[in-house]
C-alpha cells in the first residue's frame, strides 16, 4: 500500500516530462533535445571533435529530466551538436516492448551518427531503461558505442514500481544476465544512489555490473541522481579516462 502510494505522489513529476516522439525532430529543437535549441544555438558552428552523447530517460521520464546535464556539459567542452536525447514514452508492460525500444533507440542511434559523421556514440541512460539499452547492446553489439553509462539501472531487478519487466528474476532479466551479466568488450560505467530507496529488499546493489566501473553518488535518491552536478562529474571523468 506504501509503494502505491509513493507511486500516486510521483505521477505529478513524471506528468511534467510528458513529451511527444523525437524520432521525427532529430536533429531539431522541440521537447527534449538534439542540436541547436534556439536562434542564438543555430548560429554555433557544426564542429563534431566529441563522440555525440545519446540521453536516454527511465521509465515514465522524458528528454526534460537531462536539461541539466545539457547544460553541464555544454560547459564542460561539448557542442550543442554533440547532445541528444531519445523519448522512450511511458510503455513497458514486458520484454517485447522492451525489444521494441531497443529498436528505436538504434534508429536514434543510427541518425544521431549521420548527423555528426561519427562511428560511435556514448550512452547514458537512467532508471529502468537501462534495461533497454542493455537489450539493445546484447541485440546489435558494441560497435557503435564507446562508452555507457547506466544509473540506477535495475540490472538485477528491483521490487519497486509497478511494472513487471524489472521485477528480480522476470524473464527480461534473466535474459540480460545470461550467460554473464558483464557487458564484454565495453567500457561500463554504473552509478547507484546512496539515498535510493527504490531498490530494497536485499536489492540496493542492483544497478552495479561485474566488470563494470562502479560507483555511489552518496547523497542521490533515484530521481535527483540525474540532476547532481557530482554525478555529471563522475560521467565526465569516465567519459575523459
Given at each position: 500500500?506504501?509503494?502505491?502510494?509513493?507511486?500516486?505522489?510521483?505521477?505529478?513529476?513524471?506528468t511534467?516530462?510528458?513529451?511527444?516522439?523525437?524520432?521525427?525532430r532529430l536533429?531539431?529543437a522541440?521537447k527534449?533535445f538534439g542540436?541547436?535549441?534556439?536562434q542564438?544555438?543555430?548560429?554555433?558552428?557544426?564542429?563534431?571533435?566529441?563522440?555525440?552523447i545519446?540521453?536516454?530517460?527511465?521509465?515514465l521520464?522524458?528528454?526534460?529530466?537531462?536539461?541539466?546535464?545539457?547544460?553541464?556539459?555544454?560547459?564542460?567542452?561539448?557542442?550543442v551538436?554533440?547532445?541528444f536525447?531519445?523519448?522512450?514514452?511511458?510503455?513497458?508492460?514486458?520484454?517485447?516492448?522492451?525489444?521494441?525500444?531497443?529498436e528505436?533507440?538504434?534508429?536514434f542511434?543510427?541518425?544521431v551518427?549521420?548527423y555528426?559523421g561519427?562511428?560511435?556514440?556514448m550512452?547514458?541512460?537512467?532508471?529502468?531503461?537501462?534495461?533497454t539499452?542493455r537489450?539493445?547492446?546484447?541485440t546489435?553489439?558494441?560497435?557503435k558505442?564507446?562508452?555507457?553509462?547506466l544509473?540506477v539501472?535495475?540490472?538485477k531487478?528491483?521490487t519497486?514500481?509497478?511494472?513487471?519487466v524489472?521485477?528480480?528474476?522476470s524473464?527480461?532479466?534473466r535474459?540480460?544476465?545470461?550467460?554473464?551479466e558483464e557487458?564484454s568488450?565495453?567500457?561500463?560505467?554504473?552509478?547507484?544512489?546512496?539515498?535510493?530507496?527504490?531498490?530494497?529488499?536485499?536489492y540496493?546493489m542492483?544497478?552495479?555490473?561485474?566488470?563494470?566501473?562502479?560507483?555511489?553518488i552518496h547523497d542521490?535518491?533515484?530521481?535527483?541522481?540525474?540532476?547532481?552536478?557530482?554525478?555529471?562529474?563522475?560521467?565526465?571523468?569516465?567519459i575523459?579516462?
Open positions: 500500500m506504501k509503494r502505491i502510494i509513493r507511486f500516486i505522489l510521483l505521477l505529478p513529476i513524471f511534467l516530462f510528458a513529451c511527444g516522439n523525437e524520432m521525427s536533429p531539431f522541440g527534449g542540436g541547436p535549441q534556439n542564438n544555438e543555430n548560429k554555433i558552428p557544426k564542429r563534431i571533435t566529441n563522440d555525440p545519446v540521453f536516454v530517460h527511465g521509465f521520464g522524458s528528454t526534460d529530466v537531462w536539461s541539466g546535464a545539457r547544460k553541464f556539459f555544454l560547459t564542460n567542452g561539448y557542442n551538436h554533440e547532445l536525447a531519445i523519448d522512450m514514452g511511458s510503455s513497458y508492460e514486458n520484454s517485447a516492448r522492451i525489444k521494441k525500444l531497443s528505436q533507440l538504434k534508429d542511434i543510427d541518425k551518427l549521420e555528426t561519427r562511428n560511435k556514440v550512452i547514458v541512460s537512467h532508471s529502468g531503461n537501462g534495461l539499452v537489450k539493445y547492446l546484447k546489435y553489439g558494441i560497435d558505442v564507446s562508452k555507457c553509462v544509473i539501472s535495475p540490472n531487478g528491483m519497486f514500481g509497478i511494472f513487471n524489472i521485477k528480480p528474476n524473464p527480461l532479466i535474459e540480460l544476465n545470461t550467460p554473464t557487458i568488450g565495453l567500457k561500463v560505467l554504473c552509478i547507484r544512489g546512496g539515498k535510493d530507496t527504490y531498490f530494497d529488499r536485499g540496493q542492483s544497478p552495479f555490473l561485474k566488470g563494470a566501473t562502479n560507483i555511489t542521490a535518491d533515484h530521481l535527483n541522481i540525474i540532476q547532481n552536478n557530482d554525478t555529471f562529474k563522475a560521467i565526465l571523468k569516465f575523459n579516462a
